[in-house]
């Protein structure tokens, strides 16, 4: 069966993230052969997003003009994608499971009397070749369900680095379809908004993005300092990747929650999660167990983490990163 579907891209910082060309792939699974996949992206100087989208499966992209920088609100961006979604009646829509997709979708399902899944990890045809499963982890990642839509529409967030995506290159622009016929310009309704961002105070700046990091370096209460997490972003930027913490170091004041990991937290899927000085309390693996490969250094040997460690170092993180670091650098 083939249907329309609307993936909602996301921007941050002016770029289109990864997750939303993810959407994609995503919504060609749901689509069918001859479905088609609608993009919905706004902001300012769109084509070469627009480029992207199309090199990455979209068939048709909307575009809404925003002026550069202009702060996201939950409202805008719902009137923008219901707008969009009444246009095409799409039977499905794909946001990524991002702190946007998250707020986004619920509003989508409920002005759309939709059924809703969030962070969806897998999509599979039923064996009859028609309906779709979709997997998704439960309790704190210990479980996976299954589950099946009876009607549409519905409305979907899936996990960051779940869905094989094409990578953003510099190549994507001029392998790209045709850009004027594929795109479907959309008149944004900002008439008696109810919310008006003052300002923004950013807190990681510069740091790659968690979720969608590809190699992710962890530190928990072993580090014992808010200086102790100098090592390891040491280690991180050598593998030019992101930091992120155990809810233990963000409580004792070492970080800052936006670097938080786990149930509470964020939720990451990286092809490599370096745990340091982090005991492995179900409420962390929550965030983390679907990682790739997980590396844990910890200086107890029945520290829980290295249950679902592929790799462990019994030592002390002190010693043991610096010496990452230098052989990475090395490399
Ligand atoms: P600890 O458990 O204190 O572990 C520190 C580890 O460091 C120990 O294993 C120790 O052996 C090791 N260590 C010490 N010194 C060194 C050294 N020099 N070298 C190497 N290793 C060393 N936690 C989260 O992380 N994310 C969440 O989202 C989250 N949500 C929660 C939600 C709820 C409702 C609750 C109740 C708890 C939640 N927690 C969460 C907290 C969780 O239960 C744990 O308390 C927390 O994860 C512990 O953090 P930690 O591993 O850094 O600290």
Known sequence: MSRDILVIAERRDGSLRQVSLEAIAAARTMAGEDGVVHAFVAGDALEPHVRRLLAAGADRVHTAARPAGEPYTAEKAFRDASGVAARIR??????????????????????????????VIAIEREPDGDGLRFTRPIYAGKAFEKRVFRREPWVVTIRPNNFPAPAATASDAADSPAVDSAVVPFEPDDVD??????????RTAGQTDLAEAKIVVSGGRGVKSADGFKPLEELAAALGGAVGASRGACDAGYCDYALQIGQTGKV???????????????????????????????????APIFKIADYGIVGDLFEVVPLLSEEVRRL
């Open 90 to 119: 799409p039977a499905a829509i794909v946001l990524g499971h991002t702190a946007i997709g998250r707020e986004v979708a619920p509003r989508l399902a409920a002005a759309l009397d939709a059924g809703q899944l969030s962070d």
């Open 268 to 302: 990451v899927t990286p092809e490599l999660y370096i745990a340091c000085g982090i005991s492995g309390a179900i409420q962390h693996l929550a965030g983390m167990s679907q990682s790739r490969v997980i590396v844990a250094i910890n200086k107890d040997p029945e």
């Open 193 to 202: 908004l109810r919310t008006v961002v003052r300002g923004v105070v950013r």
